[in-house]
């Protein structure tokens, strides 16, 4: 998930859910977080495609966090991608990697590429992922293209990983099938993701 500033002033969003306290990012503390964790697994709930929970997820997170002092939003532009092999993407976003690859000979069926699920932000063509042009699919295609995309591999470090270990995951490190099927549970109760649902094609 990425969040985006920008230098310009943006109107506070209106705020849906009235059961949820708005919350600073510059005094986010423990209390937050579990508030924010209970917010997000109920945002989720009534979802019936991992798509439809990630927006319903990053418009909470649009219309809660705010700035205690001016009342704005604290993030201008919210977005959340799924990392999906080239061979697994819908057909249109399968033509955007294959138009955005410097070197075709990245052009593999488990290319990593970064989804756009969802996005959400002060701007109209910000708050539907089919108005993107830049950020529909990104492929991630080589170290020297994610080193020249900032926000990627910002996101990669500070979730601790080298970007050639997100590039190329060491195939001892996968969870066995046990494992697999606890975390999804996990996860499933969290994003609201239903066993048989494309994320990026069911609605």
């Known amino acids: ?20 306290d708005v919350m600073d990012l510059a005094k986010f503390d423990l209390n937050d977080m579990i508030e924010c964790g209970r917010a997000v697994r ?13 927006g319903e997820i990053i418009r909470l997170f649009r219309r809660t966090l705010v700035d205690s002092q001016t009342g704005e939003a604290n993030c201008p532009l919210i977005r959340c991608f799924k990392t999906h092999p080239l061979s697994q ?26 989804a756009l699920l969802a996005t959400a932000g002060a701007e109209e ?9 830049g950020h529909a699919a ?28 997100a590039l190329n995951p060491d195939s001892r490190l996968i969870l066995d ?20 649902f494309s994320p990026l094609t069911q609605r």
Request: some cysteine.
């Open 177 to 196: 099938a046990d494992q697999h099927t606890r975390l999804g549970k996990a996860l499933a109760a969290v994003v609201g993701a239903l066993p048989g």
């Open 89 to 114: 993407l819908p057909p249109d976003l399968e033509q955007i990697v294959q138009g955005s690859v410097s070197d075709k000979r990245y052009l593999r069926p488990d290319l990593p590429c970064l």
């Open 138 to 165: 990104i492929p991630l295609e080589s170290v020297e293209m994610v080193e020249r995309a900032p926000m990627i591999a910002s996101l990669l470090r500070q979730m601790g990983l080298k970007i050639e270990t």
């Open 125 to 133: 063509s910000w708050n539907d992922r089919r108005s993107s042009r």
């Open 1 to 20: 998930m990425f969040t985006q500033g920008v230098r310009r002033r943006h109107n506070r969003p209106a705020t849906e859910d009235k059961t949820v």
């Open 42 to 54: 109920k945002a989720g709930e009534a979802a019936s495609s991992m798509e439809e929970a990630a």
